[in-house]
């Protein structure tokens, strides 16, 4: 006997558990970048787009509902890993200037991943029929690209007032005895030398 051959509907369903933890993980994601956040306005967009996404939470089980299946969650590696990059950024950037810049940049990728699976399930709904579920994903969408365009104009606004004086470069002090590895050299983290002028160029354009 064949096995039973698998359906977008099956597919449909599958992707919704992943995103229905994808979803559950960024609220936890979004409540602690809003406690992290120096800027208010950004702590704001946080604290909303938290509050967005409990809802869209629920939207989500109303789409298991639709389709009559139980919710369930399936664990999503991706957010799992965008999280993880979130703790880690955090982590190493948590007290400098520029850990605002830093928290966007996580939240960004979080929204990007989610915009590419709502856009994906909304698709997949329209082509099975479910008009009402297609709405609902909808609004979410549309609440993810929100989101994003929002945080753009914060990194930008942001960008630019803090151009001022920040260049504390006291961490070199300590003579911590690590054990100095050989060999690994993945960061050669002495920059006494000279910078050799390479093609690289920095100031990507700063288009104005
Ligand atoms: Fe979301």
Same mark, same amino acid.
Request: charged letters at 35%; glycine letters at 8%; hydrophobic letters at 35%.
């Given at each position: 006997m064949a096995a039973k051959r698998k359906t977008l509907n099956?597919?449909?369903y599958e992707t919704l558990k992943d995103v229905f933890y994808a979803e559950k993980q960024s609220v936890r994601a979004l409540k602690k970048s809003a406690k992290s956040a120096a800027n208010d306005e950004?702590?704001? #967009?946080?604290? !909303? =787009?938290? *509050? %967005?996404?409990? =809802?869209?939470v629920e939207r989500l089980q109303q789409v298991f509902e639709i389709i009559g299946k139980p919710a369930r969650s399936k664990t999503c590696e991706a957010m799992q890993g965008l999280t993880?990059?979130?703790?880690?950024?955090?982590?190493?950037f948590g007290d400098s200037p520029a850990a605002d810049?830093?928290?966007?940049?996580?939240?960004?990728?979080?929204?990007?991943y989610e915009i590419a699976r709502?856009? !994906?399930l909304k698709t997949w709904a329209m082509q099975l029929? +479910?008009?009402?579920? #297609?709405?609902?994903?909808? *609004?979410? +969408?549309? *609440?993810?690209?929100?989101t994003d365009e929002l945080l753009?104009?914060?990194?930008?606004?942001?960008?630019?007032?803090?151009?001022?004086? %920040?260049g504390e470069e006291d961490e070199e002090g300590e003579d911590q005895p690590?054990?100095?590895?050989?060999?690994k050299g993945k960061e050669d983290a002495d920059d006494e030398g000279e910078d050799q002028p390479k093609s690289k160029g920095r100031g990507k354009g700063k288009a104005g």
């Open positions: 099956d597919a449909f950004l702590k704001q #967009a946080f604290e !909303t =787009h938290a *509050e %967005e996404s409990a =809802h869209q993880a990059e979130m703790e880690e950024d955090l982590e190493d810049a830093v928290l966007i940049g996580c939240a960004q990728a979080v929204e990007h709502y856009g !994906t029929g +479910l008009e009402d579920a #297609a709405k609902l994903l909808d *609004e979410t +969408l549309q *609440e993810e690209k929100r753009t104009q914060i990194a930008e606004r942001a960008n630019a007032e803090g151009d001022e004086g %920040e690590k054990s100095k590895g050989r060999g």
